[in-house]
């Protein structure tokens, strides 16, 4: 709905995005510390048998200091979806 009206990119371009930075083999970290950080989310847990929840992780690449990311570098960009 957002992407009808304008507000964000549809989410064919967002998986075209995900699998050009995936595939880029450029270093963005000149030197600096790289930390990921990973957390997961569990809904509906106190079920009896353990069935019918829901499981979702997601992470970030924290890196500090700013200066030490190279933004210049850019990210080729995919023809098509790779992801399924």
């Known amino acids: 709905m957002l992407s009808s009206m304008g507000m964000c990119v549809p989410y064919k371009e967002t998986d075209k995005f995900e699998g050009s ?3 880029c083999t450029e270093d ?3 030197s600096g510390y ?7 989310a569990d809904h509906n847990v106190n079920t ?3 069935h019918g929840t829901f499981h ?8 500090t200091p700013f200066s030490s990311v190279n933004v ?7 023809k ?3 992801a399924a």
């Open 48 to 50: 009896l048998d353990g």
């Open 34 to 40: 790289v930390q990921f950080v990973y957390f997961n």
């Open 21 to 23: 930075v995936t595939a």
């Open 56 to 63: 979702a992780m997601g992470g970030i690449e924290c890196v």
């Open 72 to 78: 210049d570098i850019p990210v080729p960009r995919n």
């Open 80 to 82: 098509k979806v790779t």
């Open 28 to 30: 963005t970290v000149n």
